[in-house]
T-cell receptor, first 109, second 115 residues
Framework: GQNIDQPTEMTATEGAIVQINCTYQTSGFNGLFWYQQHAGEAPTFLSYNVLDGLEEKGRFSSFLSRSKGYSYLLLKELQMKDSASYLCAEQTGANNLFFGTGTRLTVIP | ETGVTQTPRHLVMGMTNKKSLKCEQHLGHNAMYWYKQSAKKPLELMFVYNFKEQTENNSVPSRFSPECPNSSHLFLHLHTLQPEDSALYLC??????????????FGSGTQLSVL
């Protein structure tokens, strides 16, 4: 594996901003994915970063620092429907994809 | 709706049973995958098929036997499973296999319980 590390659980308030961090081993790095998985549902693609910097998609943004082996997912204007698990995954050479254990986010009123 | 359909959604089986999980994708993709998702563990890749040919087998025990009759269908045949095999089994597809940034489309999974 690639020692993908992300917090197990987080709680945030509706309307707030939350940042979910992910660290990974830099050797063989080819890209970093974020997926969202609601309970009992399929994981769905959120973002892909291969270059340093911030990629913004509406309320969700993803950041990458390749030299630090670090990424974060930023969720703004939180809604109750954002309660889900967020999976960080590192792509290495030959299209290997290593997932973290996921961060379960609970949004409270 | 992700375009990837898995059946059944839930399955309870004894250790001596034989059952099969089915996956179908309606996206015209060429690669299909089986993943295992256990509580508090990362998603584990089990098998990869690209253009119906198996390209990856991540040291999966022989009690799990995949079958890919065409690019749209993938099966996972189960026999003599162990209780520790209880998990959510996810099927996924992608346009191609060896492409950087290729995103996966997942099915909702089969929640398997082995008694």
């Amino acid at each position: 594996g690639q020692n993908i590390d992300q917090p197990t659980e987080m709680t945030a308030t509706e309307g707030a901003i939350v940042q979910i961090n992910c660290t990974y081993q830099t050797s063989g790095f080819n890209g970093l994915f974020w997926y969202q998985q609601h309970a009992g549902e399929a994981p769905t693609f959120l973002s892909y970063n291969v270059l340093d910097g911030l990629e913004e998609k509406g309320r969700f943004s993803s950041f990458l620092s390749r030299s630090k082996g670090y990424s974060y997912l930023l969720l703004k204007e939180l809604q109750m429907k954002d309660s889900a698990s967020y999976l960080c995954a590192e792509q290495t050479g030959a299209n290997n994809l290593f997932f973290g254990t996921g961060t379960r986010l609970t949004v409270i009123p | 709706e992700t375009g990837v359909t898995q059946t059944p959604r839930h399955l309870v089986m004894g250790m001596t049973n034989k059952k099969s999980l089915k996956c179908e994708q309606h996206l015209g993709h060429n690669a299909m995958y089986w993943y295992k998702q256990s509580a508090k563990k990362p998603l584990e890749l089990m098998f990869v098929y690209n253009f119906k040919e198996q390209t990856e087998n991540n040291s999966v025990p022989s009690r799990f036997s995949p079958e890919c009759p065409n690019s749209s269908h993938l099966f996972l045949h189960l026999h003599t499973l162990q209780p520790e095999d209880s998990a959510l089994y996810l099927c996924a597809s992608s346009q191609d296999w060896r492409t950087d940034g290729e995103k996966l489309f997942f099915g909702s999974g089969t929640q398997l319980s082995v008694l």
